[in-house]
């Protein structure tokens, strides 16, 4: 199975600043469709997850600009420009290039 | 709008029995293949099991092969999962995701399925 690891597990912001989030995968996402699943989700407290990112960078409907995946390969990072109230809760990454689909830990994150 | 309603958790045995529905409305159901996600109290998210649309494909975890049996009806936009054998770390919240292209876009709110004697 392919392990995904993220790093921090938490994080405490200052509303307005930036925050990332790394997902590193054990073995590449590289698919032989040339295409590389990874995505990301947001799990806000007493919620489901709700997807952010497919395909490594683009934003799925409804997602603010101020969200960003990249990356490649094993190395993945989600970006937010500036960190408001409304997103903290419990980050995933995930991958569907190989079966079965595995997440990251989570990494919360929480306002200072 | 699509809704994902899932039913049938709660508290069973170890050794027991349970079977879990997922209600889809909203979307065409017989389009999608279908999934189930777990979270134990207070962990991370775990995949389960997938169905094609027509049912004639499924994959699952491991940890729940020989023992849960996922399966749809799509004349009834539903989808089921019959947990059998439970032991005390099948203790989780279970989530039906539309999955769409290799991505869970949708998901319900969840049905709590706790295994203890």
């Known amino acids: 199975d392919i392990v995904m690891t993220q790093t921090p597990l938490s994080l405490s912001v200052t509303p307005g600043q930036p925050a990332s989030i790394s997902c590193k995968s054990s073995?590449?996402?590289?698919?032989?469709?040339?295409?590389?699943?990874l995505y990301w989700y947001l799990q806000k407290p007493g919620q489901p997850p709700q997807l952010l990112i497919y395909?490594?960078?683009n934003r799925f409907s409804g997602v603010p600009d101020n969200f960003s995946g990249s990356g490649s390969g094993t190395d993945f990072t989600l970006k937010i420009s500036r960190v408001e109230a409304e997103d903290v809760g419990v980050y995933y990454c995930?991958?569907?290039?190989?079966?079965?689909?595995?997440f990251g830990q989570g990494t919360k994150v929480e306002i200072k | 709008e699509v809704q994902l309603v899932e039913s049938g958790g709660g508290l069973v045995q170890p050794g027991g029995s349970l079977r879990l529905s997922c209600a889809a409305s909203?979307?065409?159901?017989?389009?999608?293949?279908m999934s189930w996600v777990r979270q134990a109290p207070g962990k991370g998210l775990e995949w389960v099991a997938n169905?094609?649309?027509?049912?004639?494909?499924?994959y699952y975890v491991d940890s729940v092969k020989g023992r849960f049996t996922i399966s749809r009806d799509n004349a009834k936009n539903s989808l089921y999962l019959q947990m059998n054998s439970l032991r005390a770390e099948d203790t989780a919240v279970y989530y039906c995701?539309?999955?769409?292209?290799?991505?869970?876009?949708?998901w319900g709110q969840g049905t709590l399925v706790t295994v203890s004697s």
């Open positions: 995701a539309r999955d769409s292209s290799s991505l869970f876009d949708f």
């Open positions: 909203g979307f065409t159901f017989s389009s999608y293949w």
């Open positions: 169905i094609k649309q027509d049912g004639s494909e499924k």
């Open positions: 073995q590449s996402l590289l698919h032989s469709d040339g295409k590389t699943y």
């Open positions: 395909e490594v960078s």
């Open positions: 995930m991958q569907s290039t190989q079966l079965p689909r595995t």
